[in-house]
């Protein structure tokens, strides 16, 4: 019991045999007797932090596995693909190649994102206390943490294995993945839940493409460096994931068009 | 205790699944019955949170529950009609993953596991793939996990889908116990699953409740409706066509004994029989008995 409401009964008690029609009292004890109740009625619940640390047995051990073999795939092309263009062909090629990796790091998170739907458990999900919202967020929190040791493991191995510069190599790994993950996370955030899949890998292949044609028309656009001006564009797409993701932590429609009638 | 639901509709592109529907429910069992497509899984759905109504609202305790969101759901349990499995996951693991969602504590949650394993028959096969195990087990480990956060409000579609009779038993036994002080809503076509624990009863029809009330209530409307009739065996075929047959059993002498709805008594050597809610379902529901009549005809001119 709290210390205030308990002081306060003790003296209304003590004043009650010396004043019994004495209602004042009453006035003061109710409210802070019902904030009490209040308080208590409220169950105890882990907190975020919690509900996210526990689902890294569930969904951790399994995404970060994923992700450390596509890792080593992914070097061992950026390795295979400076071997077999070196010289001046690498300084476009690698680019491209790693621009490549990075929209396909977020790719390989489409299924995981999306598992819910899958074995059928969003319902269960949905009507839980953390719902779906918090869960895509623990998940997204999750892959990004995994996705972040990758890129900076990637950036790492190309700076060691081309000559290229870590300026260009961060350039050409963070565009197109914050590109990716602020088009994921818009879909996430606005569209319906069931068409993330294919709008998400529709995305994707979009962006690889267009690093494509810029390979194959505009070689150019690979020989760019890590500048400010491209630091303040990262900066945008990094704060616009940001809002994307406090919106997805928000939403509360992830059920609609999920259902037939019944 | 008390959830109100005030003139709830769904709507779906053209066509209404709920229709302004209210209902105040206490305390207690209650069965929501209704055929398929009467529009109690929408219902459900939007009781649960997870369907946002077109019009009308829901409160608890006299609160809207999407201004409560979090707090709702943590009293709130749910079994939905279809569900699924993460393939890798064990039943501990799933219970244990449903609790991380409701947002147990480490040593509520291994208690809680202990005890419904335990109540639900499901402790032998804790470790075991739920992908594994039989429908009436897998609803079993449905059933559990909604009841992992002592839920203050417990809805339940179609539970017993896929659970043999003694399992039904026991769950009904289970839901009357754990209903004192607490709200259980029972979404059935099965009337049986609620008859005998439901204190109230809500009918559903093409997305409207046609009919409210306890289970004596409702029952009452029956009262002269329902009759025993011998026939022979020969105009089995004849009767059937032309009455509401809820029941047949076969006497001495190729007689059958018929158990029919009418307003009036229409068979040979007809007495006034108690009516059940059963019977109640199936006036409302006629369509539900000429289905299986018409499933019979075939199967015997064939």
Not at chain 1, 8 to 32: M, V
Not at chain 2, 25 to 43: E, F, M, Q, S
Not at chain 2, 206 to 228: F, P, Q, S
Request: aromatic share 10%; net charge positive; glycine share 8%.
């Amino acid at each position: 019991m709290k210390k205030l409401l308990k002081q306060t009964l003790r003296s209304a008690l003590q004043n009650c045999e010396k004043h019994p029609d004495n209602r004042e009292a009453l006035t003061r004890i109710l409210p802070l007797a019902k904030q009490e109740y209040r308080a208590r009625a409220q169950r105890q619940s882990i907190p975020f932090g919690g509900f996210l640390v526990r689902q890294i047995r569930f969904l951790g051990k399994r995404v970060w596995f994923s992700q450390a073999l596509l890792l080593l795939l992914l070097c061992l092309l950026v390795n295979t693909g400076y071997n077999i263009r070196s010289g001046i062909t690498s300084l476009t090629f690698v680019p491209f190649l790693l621009g490549c990796c990075s929209v396909l790091l977020l790719t390989a998170a489409v299924p995981m994102l999306y598992r819910s739907v899958r074995f059928q458990m969003l319902e269960t999900e949905a009507a839980a206390r953390f719902s779906v919202s918090r869960l895509l967020l623990a998940r997204l929190c999750i892959i990004g943490s995994g996705d972040l040791v990758m890129l900076t493991a990637l950036l790492l191995f190309a700076i060691q294995k081309s000559g290229l510069s870590a300026g260009g190599i961060l350039l050409y790994l963070l565009v197109p993945f914050l590109l990716t993950a602020s088009g994921y996370l818009t879909i996430l955030a606005h569209m319906a839940y069931r068409l993330f899949p294919y709008l998400g890998s529709t995305l994707s292949a979009c962006l690889l493409a267009g690093l494509y044609y810029l390979k194959k028309w505009q070689p150019a656009f690979y020989g760019h460096t890590f500048t400010p001006g491209w630091g303040m564009i990262c900066l945008i797409l990094l704060l616009f994931c940001m809002r994307q993701v406090k919106t997805i932590s928000r939403r509360d429609r992830f059920m609609e068009g999920q259902f037939h009638l019944g | 205790m008390k959830l109100c639901i005030e003139h709830l509709t769904k709507n779906f592109q053209d066509k209404k699944a709920v229709e302004d529907v209210s209902l105040r429910i206490t305390p207690g069992v209650w069965g929501l019955l209704g055929a398929n497509g009467a529009g109690k899984t929408t219902l459900i759905r939007m009781i649960a949170g997870i369907l946002v109504p077109s019009s009308g609202r829901i409160t608890y305790d006299g609160i809207d529950i999407r201004d409560l969101g979090e707090s709702y759901r943590s009293i709130f349990g749910y079994l939905p009609q279809e569900f699924g499995f993460y393939p890798e996951f064990t039943v501990k693991d799933y219970l244990e993953y449903m609790a991380a969602l409701k947002g147990l504590s480490r040593q509520k949650t291994r208690e809680k596991i202990d005890l419904l394993l335990d109540t639900l028959s499901l402790s032998d096969v804790r470790k075991k793939r739920i992908v594994k195990l039989s429908g009436g087990m897998k609803r079993r480990v449905g059933i559990a996990q909604a009841l992992l956060n002592d839920p203050e409000v417990l809805i339940l579609d179609e539970p017993t889908s896929g659970l043999d009779p003694g399992e039904r038993v026991r769950f009904r036994n289970l839901l009357s116990e754990f209903a004192q002080d607490r709200i259980v809503l029972i979404s059935t076509h099965i009337v049986s699953d609620v008859e005998y624990i439901a204190t109230c009863n809500a009918i559903m029809k093409d997305g409207g409740i046609t009919a409210e009330g306890t289970t004596e209530e409702l029952v009452l409307e029956m009262k002269g409706r329902v009759w025993n009739g011998i026939i022979p065996d020969t105009d089995l075929l004849k009767y059937e066509r032309e009455n509401r047959i809820v029941n047949l059993r076969n006497e001495a002498g190729h007689k059958i004994s018929v158990r029919y709805i009418s307003d009036e008594p229409v068979l040979p050597c007809s007495v006034p029989a108690s009516p059940r809610l059963e019977d109640l379902y199936l006036w409302l529901f006629p369509q539900d008995t000429r289905r299986e009549e018409d499933m019979k005809h075939e199967f015997m001119e064939s």
